[in-house]
Protein backbone atom coordinates (compact mmCIF):
# COMPACT_ATOMS: atom_id res chain seq x y z
CA UNK A 1 0.00 0.00 0.00
CA UNK A 2 2.60 2.47 0.61
CA UNK A 3 3.69 1.96 -3.17
CA UNK A 4 0.71 2.95 -4.01
CA UNK A 5 0.30 5.87 -1.65
CA UNK A 6 3.87 6.89 -3.18
CA UNK A 7 2.25 6.49 -7.12
CA UNK A 8 -0.95 8.45 -5.79
CA UNK A 9 0.98 11.44 -4.81
CA UNK A 10 3.39 11.53 -7.87
CA UNK A 11 0.94 11.69 -10.04
CA UNK A 12 -0.93 14.86 -7.61
CA UNK A 13 2.74 15.93 -8.19
CA UNK A 14 2.26 15.48 -11.98
CA UNK A 15 -1.18 17.18 -12.57
CA UNK A 16 -0.45 20.07 -10.05
CA UNK A 17 2.60 20.90 -12.24
CA UNK A 18 0.18 20.94 -15.34
CA UNK A 19 -1.35 23.98 -13.79
CA UNK A 20 1.93 25.72 -12.68
CA UNK A 21 1.66 27.94 -15.76
CA UNK A 22 -1.99 28.55 -15.89
CA UNK A 23 -2.12 31.94 -13.48
CA UNK A 24 -5.51 31.51 -12.43
CA UNK A 25 -4.42 27.96 -10.68
CA UNK A 26 -0.69 28.48 -10.11
CA UNK A 27 -1.60 29.18 -6.37
CA UNK A 28 -3.83 26.05 -5.91
CA UNK A 29 -1.04 24.50 -7.78
CA UNK A 30 1.34 24.85 -5.44
CA UNK A 31 -0.25 24.26 -2.97
CA UNK A 32 -1.47 20.58 -4.06
CA UNK A 33 1.74 19.61 -5.09
CA UNK A 34 3.88 20.82 -1.80
CA UNK A 35 1.13 18.44 0.10
CA UNK A 36 2.01 15.33 -2.20
CA UNK A 37 5.98 16.34 -1.70
CA UNK A 38 5.69 16.61 1.90
CA UNK A 39 2.98 14.10 2.63
CA UNK A 40 3.79 11.88 5.54
CA UNK A 41 4.25 9.08 2.93
CA UNK A 42 5.45 11.31 -0.17
CA UNK A 43 6.32 11.12 -3.50
CA UNK A 44 8.02 7.83 -5.60
CA UNK A 45 12.10 8.99 -4.67
CA UNK A 46 13.77 5.18 -5.91
CA UNK A 47 13.36 3.30 -8.92
CA UNK A 48 12.36 0.36 -6.78
CA UNK A 49 8.73 2.44 -7.22
CA UNK A 50 9.00 2.93 -10.70
CA UNK A 51 5.08 2.36 -11.67
CA UNK A 52 5.32 0.21 -15.12
CA UNK A 53 2.95 -2.14 -16.57
CA UNK A 54 3.86 -5.19 -18.41
CA UNK A 55 2.74 -6.11 -22.12
CA UNK A 56 2.23 -9.00 -24.18
CA UNK A 57 3.46 -7.50 -26.73
CA UNK A 58 5.55 -4.54 -25.85
CA UNK A 59 3.94 -1.47 -28.66
CA UNK A 60 7.83 0.06 -28.82
CA UNK A 61 9.22 -3.62 -30.00
CA UNK A 62 6.25 -4.60 -32.28
CA UNK A 63 6.46 -1.19 -34.07
CA UNK A 64 9.87 -0.66 -34.27
CA UNK A 65 11.75 -4.44 -34.19
CA UNK A 66 9.31 -6.69 -34.95
CA UNK A 67 7.12 -4.72 -37.72
CA UNK A 68 9.89 -2.13 -39.12
CA UNK A 69 7.43 0.85 -39.08
CA UNK A 70 9.35 3.26 -36.42
CA UNK A 71 12.37 4.76 -36.04
CA UNK A 72 14.23 6.66 -33.62
CA UNK A 73 13.29 10.63 -33.77
CA UNK A 74 16.35 12.95 -35.33
CA UNK A 75 15.65 15.34 -32.25
CA UNK A 76 16.16 12.74 -29.45
CA UNK A 77 19.14 11.28 -30.70
CA UNK A 78 20.98 14.63 -31.85
CA UNK A 79 20.65 15.87 -28.85
CA UNK A 80 22.16 12.75 -26.91
CA UNK A 81 25.05 12.35 -29.60
CA UNK A 82 25.67 16.22 -28.89
CA UNK A 83 26.05 15.59 -24.93
CA UNK A 84 27.89 12.26 -25.47
CA UNK A 85 25.34 10.80 -23.64
CA UNK A 86 26.27 7.22 -21.83
CA UNK A 87 22.74 5.92 -22.64
CA UNK A 88 23.03 6.55 -26.16
CA UNK A 89 23.80 3.18 -26.83
CA UNK A 90 20.71 1.30 -24.22
CA UNK A 91 18.41 3.59 -25.95
CA UNK A 92 19.28 3.39 -30.05
CA UNK A 93 20.92 1.07 -31.71
CA UNK A 94 23.08 2.95 -34.80
CA UNK A 95 22.51 3.33 -38.14
CA UNK A 96 22.92 0.57 -40.97
CA UNK A 97 23.78 2.44 -44.07
CA UNK A 98 26.88 2.02 -45.63
CA UNK A 99 29.82 3.77 -44.37
CA UNK A 100 28.35 5.04 -41.39
CA UNK A 101 29.98 2.22 -38.45
CA UNK A 102 28.97 3.41 -35.09
CA UNK A 103 27.12 6.29 -36.57
CA UNK A 104 23.86 7.53 -34.51
CA UNK A 105 20.52 8.85 -36.18
CA UNK A 106 17.01 9.61 -36.12
CA UNK A 107 14.84 10.39 -38.92
CA UNK A 108 13.65 14.03 -38.79
CA UNK A 109 9.50 14.02 -38.26
CA UNK A 110 7.84 15.21 -40.75
CA UNK A 111 9.86 13.99 -43.60
CA UNK A 112 9.04 11.38 -46.07
CA UNK A 113 11.29 8.16 -46.24
CA UNK A 114 11.83 6.89 -50.04
CA UNK A 115 11.00 3.06 -49.40
CA UNK A 116 10.68 1.08 -45.90
CA UNK A 117 14.13 -0.77 -46.73
CA UNK A 118 15.53 2.79 -46.75
CA UNK A 119 13.81 3.96 -43.84
CA UNK A 120 14.37 0.82 -41.70
CA UNK A 121 18.52 2.10 -41.96
CA UNK A 122 17.84 4.72 -39.58
CA UNK A 123 18.61 4.65 -35.51
CA UNK A 124 16.31 2.00 -34.06
CA UNK A 125 14.99 2.29 -30.36
CA UNK A 126 16.59 -0.36 -28.26
CA UNK A 127 13.26 -2.76 -27.54
CA UNK A 128 12.29 -6.36 -26.49
CA UNK A 129 9.40 -8.73 -26.00
CA UNK A 130 10.13 -8.42 -22.15
CA UNK A 131 9.95 -4.96 -22.22
CA UNK A 132 7.44 -3.21 -19.28
CA UNK A 133 5.70 0.38 -20.04
CA UNK A 134 6.45 2.66 -17.11
CA UNK A 135 3.61 5.29 -16.49
CA UNK A 136 5.99 7.49 -13.73
CA UNK A 137 9.45 7.17 -12.46
CA UNK A 138 11.50 8.22 -9.89
CA UNK A 139 13.48 10.39 -12.55
CA UNK A 140 10.46 12.31 -13.52
CA UNK A 141 9.44 12.95 -10.02
CA UNK A 142 12.59 14.05 -8.83
CA UNK A 143 12.85 16.49 -12.55
CA UNK A 144 9.33 17.65 -11.54
CA UNK A 145 10.33 18.62 -7.92
CA UNK A 146 13.38 20.44 -9.55
CA UNK A 147 10.99 22.55 -11.51
CA UNK A 148 8.68 23.31 -8.52
CA UNK A 149 11.89 24.24 -6.49
CA UNK A 150 13.07 26.54 -9.09
CA UNK A 151 9.90 28.87 -8.88
CA UNK A 152 9.75 28.64 -5.44
CA UNK A 153 7.78 25.72 -4.03
CA UNK A 154 8.60 23.63 -1.22
CA UNK A 155 9.92 20.41 -2.88
CA UNK A 156 11.13 18.74 0.24
CA UNK A 157 13.45 21.29 1.60
CA UNK A 158 15.77 20.90 -1.21
CA UNK A 159 16.54 23.33 -3.97
CA UNK A 160 16.16 22.70 -7.72
CA UNK A 161 19.67 22.01 -8.42
CA UNK A 162 20.13 19.20 -6.07
CA UNK A 163 16.93 17.55 -7.33
CA UNK A 164 18.10 18.65 -11.29
CA UNK A 165 20.72 16.06 -10.24
CA UNK A 166 18.75 13.90 -8.62
CA UNK A 167 16.76 13.34 -11.75
CA UNK A 168 20.11 12.80 -14.14
CA UNK A 169 21.19 10.27 -11.28
CA UNK A 170 17.94 8.09 -11.61
CA UNK A 171 18.08 7.94 -14.97
CA UNK A 172 21.33 6.66 -14.95
CA UNK A 173 20.65 3.92 -12.55
CA UNK A 174 17.30 3.04 -14.28
CA UNK A 175 19.10 2.02 -17.57
CA UNK A 176 21.98 0.85 -15.86
CA UNK A 177 24.04 3.89 -17.03
CA UNK A 178 27.44 5.27 -16.08
CA UNK A 179 28.97 8.41 -15.09
CA UNK A 180 25.57 10.29 -13.90
CA UNK A 181 27.37 12.52 -11.89
CA UNK A 182 30.78 13.70 -14.59
CA UNK A 183 27.21 14.05 -16.98
CA UNK A 184 25.73 16.52 -14.52
CA UNK A 185 28.75 19.09 -14.89
CA UNK A 186 29.21 18.98 -18.09
CA UNK A 187 29.28 22.58 -19.25
CA UNK A 188 30.74 22.62 -23.03
CA UNK A 189 28.73 20.14 -24.66
CA UNK A 190 25.40 20.80 -26.63
CA UNK A 191 22.83 19.39 -28.73
CA UNK A 192 24.47 18.23 -32.58
CA UNK A 193 23.75 19.41 -35.48
CA UNK A 194 21.28 16.49 -37.52
CA UNK A 195 23.68 15.11 -40.24
CA UNK A 196 21.28 12.77 -42.29
CA UNK A 197 23.06 10.01 -42.87
CA UNK A 198 20.11 9.20 -45.69
CA UNK A 199 21.31 12.60 -46.89
CA UNK A 200 18.24 14.47 -47.22
CA UNK A 201 17.29 16.14 -44.36
CA UNK A 202 20.47 17.73 -42.54
CA UNK A 203 20.32 21.05 -40.34
CA UNK A 204 21.90 22.62 -37.88
CA UNK A 205 20.76 22.29 -33.86
CA UNK A 206 18.02 24.09 -32.70
CA UNK A 207 19.27 24.82 -29.22
CA UNK A 208 22.79 25.89 -27.66
CA UNK A 209 21.84 24.42 -23.58
CA UNK A 210 24.50 22.52 -22.15
CA UNK A 211 23.96 20.01 -19.12
CA UNK A 212 25.80 21.78 -15.95
CA UNK A 213 23.46 24.13 -13.89
CA UNK A 214 23.96 27.89 -14.36
CA UNK A 215 23.50 29.90 -11.22
CA UNK A 216 21.29 33.11 -11.81
CA UNK A 217 19.86 32.04 -14.76
CA UNK A 218 16.03 30.91 -13.97
CA UNK A 219 14.99 30.40 -17.62
CA UNK A 220 17.68 28.60 -18.88
CA UNK A 221 17.69 26.05 -15.97
CA UNK A 222 14.24 25.57 -16.60
CA UNK A 223 15.23 24.51 -20.31
CA UNK A 224 17.82 21.87 -18.73
CA UNK A 225 15.12 20.51 -16.14
CA UNK A 226 12.78 19.92 -19.27
CA UNK A 227 15.07 18.56 -21.94
CA UNK A 228 16.99 16.48 -19.23
CA UNK A 229 13.44 15.15 -17.82
CA UNK A 230 11.86 14.49 -21.59
CA UNK A 231 15.57 12.50 -22.43
CA UNK A 232 14.78 10.53 -19.05
CA UNK A 233 11.03 10.02 -20.07
CA UNK A 234 11.94 8.19 -23.18
CA UNK A 235 10.21 5.87 -24.41
CA UNK A 236 7.19 7.25 -22.43
CA UNK A 237 6.44 9.85 -25.63
CA UNK A 238 2.81 10.76 -24.52
CA UNK A 239 4.00 12.12 -21.58
CA UNK A 240 7.25 13.76 -23.51
CA UNK A 241 4.89 15.61 -25.90
CA UNK A 242 2.25 16.78 -23.12
CA UNK A 243 5.67 18.17 -21.46
CA UNK A 244 6.78 20.09 -24.64
CA UNK A 245 3.19 21.43 -24.88
CA UNK A 246 3.42 22.77 -21.67
CA UNK A 247 6.84 24.74 -21.67
CA UNK A 248 7.98 25.08 -25.03
CA UNK A 249 11.08 22.73 -24.21
CA UNK A 250 12.79 21.17 -25.69
CA UNK A 251 13.88 22.89 -28.68
CA UNK A 252 12.56 20.81 -32.33
CA UNK A 253 13.92 20.79 -35.62
CA UNK A 254 11.12 22.67 -37.64
CA UNK A 255 9.51 20.44 -39.86
CA UNK A 256 11.78 19.45 -43.27
CA UNK A 257 10.17 21.47 -46.35
CA UNK A 258 9.76 19.48 -49.24
CA UNK A 259 11.62 21.09 -52.50
CA UNK A 260 10.09 18.07 -54.80
Known sequence: MTKWVKFAN??????????????????????NAEDAVNHSIGVITSNADNTAHPYGQPGLWKMCVNW?????AADIVSYMVGYNDPRLSLYFSPVTFTGNDGVYAGFRSGGQPSNKEWAVQYSCP????????????AAEVAFLKAEGALYGWNMGG??????YKEGISLSFEQHGANGAATYAENETDKPADYTDPGKQYSTTAVSDITIKWENGNTERNFERIITQKWI?????????????????????????????
Open 158 to 163: KDAETL
Open 126 to 137: VATQSDVYYWIT
Open 232 to 260: AMFPLGQEAWTEYRRTGYPKFFALPVLTN
Open 68 to 72: GDSRA
Open 10 to 31: SLKLRLAMRLRMVESESAYAQQ
